[in-house]
């Protein structure tokens, strides 16, 4: 189902321009059931850029008109949060405002609705937003969160590599290190790493921790796909 990550990766290696990488990333995500998809940048709770999007005619336009960055929960909720989040978790337990509502149901009427973002930690204070979501009432496509979160990342890397927004510096793991984020990629859990390895679950907290912190990355997530990008973890 969908776009293999390793063949996307691979795909991605060799790219030359943004437009082609961003082709080859509408691509992947149209197949996991995704109609819209947006790459922006937040600061302090605020839309500063749209690089790029695809959206119905009028909703971009709309959206900026009105400011709705000022109330939209998903760019609220970016700045803290550690990993990719459904737009319906961004409801508090005691629900959406009456301002917030209206802005879903806005969105709703324009073909935007049911999305998913990933937040990427950008340059300084800025975040770095992906999110897809439908333009038809219709059936949620599966939950393949951590799939669409690893391909987000590879698309992210790719692209702050050709536009220079992020610096390749070396990093040096230890082999344990790379032993647990080797493991990660197989989607084992710390226990499971920890039986492997002969090592205490808490050791193994320790080496993922001080990989992702050498890797510049938020979770073990992003510090996989960072690791497999620097020819650090195979793929």
């Not at 080859?24 to 790029?52: C, D, H, K, M, Q």
């Not at 324009?110 to 973002?117: P, Q």
């Not at 050709?162 to 197989?186: H, I």
């Not at 808490?202 to 921790?209: A, I, M, P, W, Y």
Request: proline content about 4%.
């Amino acid at each position: 189902m969908g776009t293999n990550l390793e063949t996307f990766i691979e795909s991605t290696q060799s790219v030359a321009s943004a437009a082609v990488l961003k082709k080859l990333f509408l691509t992947a995500i149209a197949e996991e059931g995704y109609e819209n998809v947006v790459f922006a940048r937040a600061n302090n709770r605020r839309l500063v850029s749209v690089p790029w999007s695809e959206f119905p005619t009028g909703y971009l336009d709309t959206y900026r008109a009105e400011e709705w960055d000022r109330i939209d929960p998903v760019v609220q909720r970016a700045p803290s949060a550690r990993g990719p989040f459904r737009w319906t978790d961004t409801q508090p337990r005691s629900g959406f405002n009456k301002q917030e509502k209206t802005f879903f149901e806005q969105c709703r009427e324009l073909g935007v609705h049911s999305g998913i973002t990933i937040p990427i930690r950008g340059i300084g204070n800025e975040v770095d937003l992906i999110s897809l979501s439908l333009r038809t009432q219709d059936r949620l496509p599966p939950d393949r969160t951590t799939h669409i979160y690893m391909l987000s990342v590879q698309y992210w890397l790719k692209y702050c590599e050709l536009t220079d927004r992020r610096e390749q510096e070396t990093v040096a793991l230890t082999s344990q290190e790379l032993e647990c984020l080797r493991w990660c990629k197989e989607g084992k859990t710390n226990w499971e790493i920890g039986e492997i390895l002969h090592i205490s679950e808490k050791t193994v907290e320790f080496h993922l921790s001080n990989g992702m912190r050498k890797l510049g990355a938020a979770n073990r997530i992003t510090a996989v796909i960072i690791g497999i990008k620097r020819g650090l973890i195979p793929l």
